[in-house]
C-alpha cells in the first residue's frame, strides 16, 4: 500500500465519522471525534460491541447513548487538550486533501496536455500529411513534469503519514491520562465514578448485586515522616501494582486521593467482597519495601477496608458515604481488618 493509499484511507476514516456524528445529531465536540474515531478505526473492541449492539437495536447512536458507553468505558479527556488535538488533527488533513486535490488537478491538465499534444498532431496531419505523431520531446517534458509533481506529493505523502502517527500517539497518551492516576497507574477518581455510575445502573436493571470497597493505608503518615514523602510514593505504587494484580478480572481498583484507594466489585455481595478484600489485605500486608537510602526495609504495609452494597433505591453518594463509614469503623476497631455496612447496624443497635 503506497502512502498515498493510507492517506485516502486517513480521508475516509474521517468523512465516515462527520456521517455517522450527523446521522445520530452529534454535536461535533473534540471529544464526540475522539469517541467515533476509535468506533471507526477498530481501536477499541469493546467500544465497537457496544455501539454496534445499539446500532442493531435502535439503528443509531444519538447523544444519550454514546455517553452512556463512554461513561461505563472511559474517563472524560480535558477539553483543552482536546481542542489542541484536534485542531492539529484537522491541520493535518486540510493538508493532505490539499495535496491530494493538486494532484488530481495536475493529473487533468496533464491529461489535456496529451490531448492537445494528439490534436495537435493530427491537424499537422490534415494540412500536409508530414506532422505524425506529436514530438517526443514534447510528450517526454509533459510527462517528467508530472512525475516530478507526483513525487513531490508522494514526498509530502510521506511526511504527513509520520506526523499522523504522533497526532495518533498523542491521542493515546491524551486518552490515558484522563482516566489514569500518573504515580499508581490505577484508574483515578473521575475514571473510578463513571465507571462506578455505569456498573450501578447496570446492576440494578440486572437486579445483581455490586459492592463497593474503601480502602486506606494505615498509618501512612509514618512512612512519609519516617523514610520521607519518595518512600511514601514507593507504598502507594506497591499498593496499586497489588490492587490491579489481585483484582485483575474481578472488578475496578482505582485511586481515590492520598492514601486512600476504591474497588469496585460487580457481581459480588457483602460476604464475596469480603473475601476478596481480606485476600488482598492479607497478601499486601506480607510485603516489603528496601529503602536504599536508609538500607532498611519497609514494612509491614497494612489495610482498613470498609466495605458497602448497592440496594436498589440507593444513590452512589449514599453507597460511597456507608463504605467511607465502614472503613472508619475499622479504623477505630484498631486498623488492619475488613468491616461491612452490616456492623454499622449491629453498632448502633
Known amino acids: 500500500m503506497t502512502a498515498s493509499d493510507d492517506h485516502m484511507r486517513e480521508t475516509g476514516i474521517w468523512e465516515r465519522i462527520g456521517a455517522l456524528m450527523q446521522a445520530g445529531g452529534i454535536e461535533p465536540t473534540p471529544a464526540n471525534y475522539d469517541f467515533w474515531y476509535r468506533y471507526v478505526t477498530g481501536a477499541d473492541p469493546d467500544l465497537v460491541s457496544a455501539v454496534e449492539a445499539l446500532q442493531r437495536q435502535a439503528g443509531r447512536v444519538g447523544p444519550r447513548e454514546m455517553n452512556a458507553i463512554r461513561r461505563e468505558l472511559y474517563g472524560d479527556i480535558g477539553e483543552p487538550e482536546l ?4 485542531a492539529r488533527a484537522q491541520a493535518q488533513m486540510r493538508r493532505i486533501v490539499k495535496a491530494v486535490e493538486g494532484a488530481d488537478a ?4 496533464f491529461s489535456m496536455r496529451l490531448f492537445d499534444l494528439y490534436a495537435a498532431s493530427e491537424r499537422r496531419e490534415r494540412e500536409d500529411r508530414s506532422g505524425g505523431l506529436p514530438s ?3 510528450v517526454l517534458t509533459a510527462t517528467e513534469a508530472m512525475i516530478e509533481k507526483s513525487n513531490a506529493l508522494e514526498r509530502l505523502l510521506d511526511i504527513s503519514g509520520t506526523q499522523i502517527m504522533e497526532l495518533k500517539r498523542d491521542m493515546k497518551r491524551l486518552r490515558s491520562e484522563s482516566r489514569i492516576d500518573v504515580l499508581t497507574g490505577l484508574a483515578n477518581r473521575k475514571a473510578f465514578e463513571n465507571y462506578l455510575e455505569a456498573q450501578a445502573a447496570r446492576a440494578v436493571a ?3 448485586p455490586l459492592t463497593l470497597a474503601f480502602c486506606d493505608i494505615d498509618n501512612f503518615k509514618v512512612f512519609n515522616d519516617t523514610w520521607g514523602h519518595r518512600t511514601g510514593d514507593e507504598v502507594l ?12 478480572g474481578i472488578g475496578l481498583p482505582a485511586r481515590y486521593g492520598g492514601e486512600e484507594f476504591v474497588i469496585v466489585l460487580p457481581g459480588k455481595d457483602l460476604d464475596a467482597a469480603h473475601d476478596i478484600c481480606e485476600q488482598v489485605r492479607d497478601f499486601i500486608g506480607t510485603q516489603r519495601l528496601n529503602v536504599q537510602e536508609h538500607g532498611e526495609r519497609v514494612g509491614p504495609v497494612t489495610l482498613s477496608v470498609g466495605i458497602a452494597e448497592l440496594n436498589s433505591s440507593d444513590s452512589l ?3 460511597q458515604m456507608r463504605a467511607d463509614a465502614a472503613l472508619y469503623l ?8 475488613t468491616c461491612l455496612e452490616s456492623e454499622l447496624r449491629s453498632k448502633a443497635a
Open 83 to 86: 481542542w489542541d488535538f484536534l
Open 106 to 109: 495536475d493529473a487533468r491538465r
Open 136 to 138: 517526443l520531446e514534447e
Open 206 to 208: 440486572d437486579r445483581r
Open 237 to 248: 505504587r506497591m499498593v496499586g501494582e497489588n490492587l490491579e494484580k489481585l483484582c485483575h
Open 317 to 319: 453518594e449514599n453507597l
Open 330 to 337: 475499622a479504623k477505630q476497631k484498631g486498623r488492619d481488618r
